[in-house]
């Protein structure tokens, strides 16, 4: 196997690294011929299950346009009725099943997706995000694509002409100007993650798995504008779904504040912040169903925050936002203090505000 | 195009039919490019791969992250392979490994914005001849751990240096079978800490200028607790006298400036053949977990404990900390030992067995707090050693990466 990387500027290295383009170009032509022979057009099963990831997107198949607006047969556009907060990028989620193979429902957790499914995330900005439709820009997409061994996570960054994106595997920063919803100019130091970094939060005892398709975060009326569980059963991808599959409240809804909070708490931190995630070591747990309050911070002490612990005692002071470690965190910008570790580099005012408010309302007397 | 096609085709087969002795990729040089070089080759690493850093200062704005097993990091050497993170943007830490097998060796890394190098269920990890530092100094705005295995199996630190964390400078965390030796703690709020760990030794290293040199704690509230079975042995632990610079509310703040061995909680812990002076607040201090307590699965007390044939030198003379409002009930000095006293907690009293197996001039003293959380207006000091008693010492701490050559 020829070995890519090669110190730059000495004699040789402009060899290997032809060698490099070729093997992928040559790989990929030929991948997308013998999946073009097979099944004209649309998405290249061949390609997704292929060992190493494509080097552009657009040799998956799941477009039929260059700028990716318009999906194959077979590709399914959805959301999550809370999404992550990433520095108020757009998100446009996808998801393909390969054709006769359906996802298995789970009450509690992820579907279970048949080998060859693929998870396709692409964030996006607009000029200004209180139009998002108007000019925008995809900066990165991202591919979970579940292999024969386990999930796999391939980032792929958008080309200035917005033509095509190219494989990035250790990621990437771009200074993205922007006005948020709220009205604030902004202009973010943007973050396109690594493919380690995307195991960070995509991971579970060591093993990578997706985190948003699930029956809570699924179950409401999707951007087609039906409900997407019976969507997607009667598109034959989703197999058991009942009719009374719960749904996590929103956010922003009119739920009661606690589980609305509780809801922003997990889609946004217990990711990690749960047993088995990155953040295990902490004891902080922030997933909607931990039970035990300590766990999910009251009184709870810091374990390893230095100074993202803001010189409070306690993750949350109940009626004290103020003197709570969580709202310290939320509320900063600079690196190891800021909580999530990746994917932020603004305030979320919004959900700074949601959390604010509940540990304000908590009686001062909670356990 | 055809020619270059075939000038490749020619080489590959080359490649493929010639000697079979793999290729050596070069050494990452520092420049521009050397981040995305070093990380792609971190995230394309095989098993057994050696990624090797040529000397030079390398500044990297984004943390670097290792998964994959039985891979060797290695630099020229510390102070000659520099990693600056002075500019760092993203990530908790310079360098986090969450595979096993791992060995980093050879390189400094200076400044991270968090942690500095951490492991995470990373079982089998060697850090070897490394030197994490801050480089303004003891700061309150450093990054909390200098070299951070959490969560992991059978971890070797060896000959590597920290200084300026502003957490503890070495420190393992809810782990089994460690060994910290040879290695240098200074200029942090706790030099070496082992917390919520089963089977560590602790030996020959030096720990100084610190605000307490080396800690052995328990706490509450996390997933791994119970922590037993340390042994802190022929360690220099002198002169730790920088002021406690933690921020407020992480547990080491309250470790009072110029503490040699602090214990708190845990279980059969033994501390022999150290030498200890310049330690103002105490040589050695034995302690009960003192904040409320909401998990009914944890033990506050320390228990079963062994202080044996140390060599201690001057210190005491000028304690801090919380501490501080009881020395002038007993002439100002605190003695080389100081236990808290404490042997209940809940309404349950246990035999705690401290040992002090000291010369008959090594003095002791119990603050006779009783109970946790302590009132210290109910202390009843007492110089009375408790009796002796046989507390069986663990074994020697075997690691699988750390055979003898043959």
């Known amino acids: ?367 | 195009m055809r020619v270059l096609i075939a000038t490749v085709s020619a080489l590959a087969l080359a490649a493929a039919c010639g000697p079979t002795e793999p290729a050596k990729a070069a050494a990452i040089a520092p420049g521009a490019e050397a981040y995305a070089q070093l990380q792609a080759r971190l995230q394309d690493a095989k098993p057994g791969d050696v990624i090797e850093m040529d000397a030079g200062i390398f500044n990297f704005t984004e943390g670097l992250s290792l998964d994959v097993d039985n891979v060797t990091l290695r630099g020229a050497g510390i102070g000659k392979t520099i990693i600056s993170f002075k500019e760092q943007k993203g990530a908790g830490e310079g360098l986090l490994v969450t595979s096993d097998g791992v060995t980093l060796t050879g390189f400094t890394m200076q400044d991270t914005k968090g942690d500095g190098i951490k492991s995470k269920d990373a079982d089998n990890i060697t850090y070897k001849d490394l030197k994490v530092e801050w480089t303004g100094g003891p700061l309150a705005t450093n990054g909390a751990y200098g070299v951070y295995p959490v969560e992991s199996e059978n971890v070797l630190i060896d000959g590597v240096t920290v200084s300026g964390a502003s957490d503890a400078g070495i420190y393992v965390g809810q782990s089994q079978n460690i060994i910290v030796r040879n290695s240098r703690a200074e200029y942090n709020v706790a030099g070496i800490e082992i917390e919520n760990s089963m089977n560590a030794d602790v030996h020959d290293n030096i720990a100084t200028h610190n605000a307490g040199g080396i800690l052995v704690f328990d706490l509450p509230d996390l997933p791994v607790k119970g922590g037993h079975s340390t042994r802190v042995f022929n360690n220099q632990i002198v002169d730790n006298d920088t002021q406690n610079f933690a921020p407020e509310g992480n547990i080491v703040a309250s470790v009072p400036t110029g503490t040699g061995v602090l214990l708190m909680a845990n279980r059969n812990v033994h501390v022999f053949g150290n030498t200890f002076s310049g330690n103002k607040t105490a040589h050695v201090m034995i302690v009960s977990y003192s904040n409320e307590i909401n998990d009914a699965a944890y033990n506050p007390l320390p228990r079963d404990f062994v202080i044996r044939d140390n060599t201690y030198g001057e210190g005491g003379n000028d304690p801090q900390g919380r501490l501080a409002p009881l020395a002038p009930l007993i002439g100002g000095k605190l003695p080389p030992i100081v236990w808290d006293g404490v042997t209940s907690y809940g309404g349950k009293t246990e035999d705690v067995r401290i040992v002090v197996r000291e010369k008959e001039d090594v003095g002791f003293i119990s603050l006779g707090l009783g109970t946790t959380p302590p009132d210290l207006t109910k202390a009843q000091p007492s110089m009375t050693r408790l009796p002796d008693a046989v507390i069986e010492e663990p074994k020697a701490v075997v690691l699988p990466q750390d055979k003898p050559a043959a």
Request: aromatic content about 8%; overall charge neutral; glycine content about 10%.
């Open chain 1, 1 to 367: 196997m020829i070995k890519t990387v090669s110190p730059h500027g000495k004699s040789g290295s402009r060899i290997q690294r032809r060698l490099a383009f070729l093997r992928v170009t040559l790989a990929g032509g030929l991948a997308a011929i013998a999946a073009a022979c097979s099944a004209p057009p649309g998405v290249k099963d061949g390609v997704i299950l292929a060992a190493d990831p494509a080097p552009r997107l657009s040799d998956y198949g799941f477009f039929k346009d260059a700028a990716a607006r318009e999906a194959e047969a077979g590709v399914v556009a959805y959301d999550l009725v809370n999404p992550l907060f990433s520095d108020h990028a757009a998100k446009h989620r996808l998801v393909y099943v390969p054709k006769g193979k359906a996802a298995a429902y789970n009450a509690d957790s992820v579907f279970d997706f048949p080998v060859g499914s693929v998870l396709i995330k692409t964030f996006a900005f607009a000029p200004d995000m209180r139009k998002p439709a108007e000019g925008e820009r995809y900066i990165e997409t991202r591919l979970l694509i579940h292999k024969e061994e386990g999930w796999a996570a391939y980032p792929y960054v958008w080309n200035a002409e917005q033509t095509e994106a190219i494989y990035a595997p250790v990621g990437k920063r771009e200074t993205i100007k922007t006005i948020a919803p709220d009205g604030e100019a902004l202009s973010i130091d943007y973050a396109v993650p690594n493919r380690n970094q995307c195991k960070l939060c995509h991971s579970k005892g060591g093993e990578l798995i997706p985190i948003g398709p699930s029956a809570r975060s699924l179950n409401h009326a999707g951007p087609t504008g039906a409900n997407q569980l019976a969507d997607w059963t009667e598109r034959g991808i989703l197999t058991g779904a009942p009719q009374d599959a719960p749904a996590a409240p929103a956010a922003y809804g009119d739920a009661a504040i606690e589980l609305r909070a509780r809801a922003w708490l997990d889609i946004n931190c217990a990711h990690c912040h749960r047993a088995g995630g990155g953040a295990s070591n902490s004891g902080l747990f922030l997933a909607w169903n931990e039970s035990n309050p300590t766990g999910w911070g009251v009184h709870k002490r810091p374990t390893a925050a230095g100074r993202g612990s803001g010189d409070n005692l306690f993750v949350i002071e109940p009626g004290k936002p103020d003197e709570s470690i969580l709202v310290h965190r939320l509320q900063a910008v600079e690196p190891s203090v800021l909580m999530p570790e990746l994917g932020r580099t603004t305030v979320d005012h919004q959900g700074l505000e949601l959390i604010r408010q509940w540990i304000a309302g908590m009686p001062a007397s909670a356990p």
